[in-house]
C-alpha cells in the first residue's frame, strides 16, 4: 500500500497544503518517512489523516468558484467501528461547505472495504448538500465495497459511477461528466 500515491498530475492547478481554505492548510509532507498505517500496512507520507484510523484522503482540487472538491480516498471506510462517514463530513467536507464548496466527487478507487452502521449520516449530508443545490458521489468504488455500501442502502444519498478513465480530465471536465450523469434526483 505504501507505492499508492494520490492522484499529482493536477498539482500545477491545486494543492491543498498551500490553500488558506482548506482544512490542510499548512500541512507539511515528508517524502522519505512513512508513519501513517492502515491496520499495519504502512501508506504513502502524502494521504492526509482527518480523525480515521483506516481510511485517508488528499483533496486534489477544491475550485470555489465553480463550487466543487475532488477528493480521492484511501483505505478501509468503515462506520461501524471507525464512523468514517462523520470523520469525514466533519473534518474534511463541512469547511469546504462552509467556504461555499457543495458539490463533491470523492475517489474511491482505493476504498478496498466498506463496513456499515446506518445510513443517518449520509442522509444528513446529502439533505444539507441538496439544500444548497450540491451533492456527492463516489467513483470507482471496487465491486466488493460498492456491493456493501448499495446493501447499506448509502446509495441513495451518495451516488456510485464508475469513470475509469477520471484521470484523463481537466477537473473541470471531469466535474461535466458527473453532472453530465447525476440522475435527476440528486440535481433537485
Known amino acids: 500500500m505504501?507505492?499508492?500515491?494520490?492522484?499529482?498530475?493536477?498539482?500545477?492547478?491545486?494543492?491543498?497544503?498551500?490553500?488558506?481554505?482548506?482544512?490542510?492548510?499548512?500541512?507539511?509532507?515528508?517524502?522519505?518517512?512513512?508513519?501513517?498505517?492502515?491496520?499495519?500496512?504502512?501508506?504513502?507520507?502524502?494521504?492526509?489523516?482527518?480523525?480515521?484510523?483506516?481510511?485517508?484522503?488528499?483533496?486534489?482540487?477544491?475550485?470555489?468558484?465553480?463550487?466543487?472538491?475532488?477528493i480521492e480516498l484511501i483505505g478501509e471506510w468503515n462506520d461501524a467501528l471507525e464512523n468514517d462517514i462523520m470523520l469525514l463530513k466533519r473534518y474534511v467536507l463541512e469547511p469546504f461547505e462552509s467556504e461555499s464548496?457543495?458539490?463533491?466527487?470523492?475517489?474511491?478507487?482505493?476504498?478496498?472495504?466498506?463496513?456499515?452502521?446506518?445510513?443517518?449520516?449520509?442522509?444528513e449530508l446529502s439533505q444539507e448538500l441538496r439544500e444548497s443545490g450540491g451533492w456527492v458521489v463516489c467513483l470507482n468504488m471496487p465491486y466488493q465495497s460498492e456491493i456493501e455500501f448499495k446493501q447499506a442502502g448509502n446509495h441513495h444519498f451518495i451516488e456510485l459511477f464508475n469513470i475509469p478513465e477520471w484521470r484523463s480530465y481537466r477537473p473541470f471536465h471531469l466535474l461535466r461528466k458527473v453532472e453530465s450523469l447525476i440522475g435527476p434526483n440528486l440535481l433537485q
Not at 499495519?40 to 489523516?49: A, F, L, S, T, V
Not at 458539490?103 to 466498506?114: D, M, P, R, T
Not at 452502521?117 to 442522509?123: A, I, N, P, Q, S
Open 101 to 123: 464548496i457543495n458539490k463533491f466527487i470523492l475517489i474511491a478507487e482505493n476504498v478496498l472495504n466498506f463496513h456499515s452502521d446506518g445510513t443517518d449520516y449520509y442522509e
Open 2 to 70: 505504501h507505492t499508492l500515491e494520490p492522484y499529482y498530475n493536477w498539482q500545477h492547478i491545486y494543492i491543498s497544503e498551500e490553500d488558506a481554505r482548506s482544512p490542510f492548510y499548512g500541512k507539511e509532507y515528508s517524502e522519505f518517512e512513512f508513519s501513517q498505517t492502515i491496520y499495519n500496512y504502512y501508506i504513502h507520507p502524502q494521504w492526509d489523516e482527518f480523525g480515521s484510523r483506516t481510511l485517508y484522503c488528499k483533496v486534489l482540487v477544491a475550485d470555489y468558484d465553480e463550487r466543487y472538491a475532488v
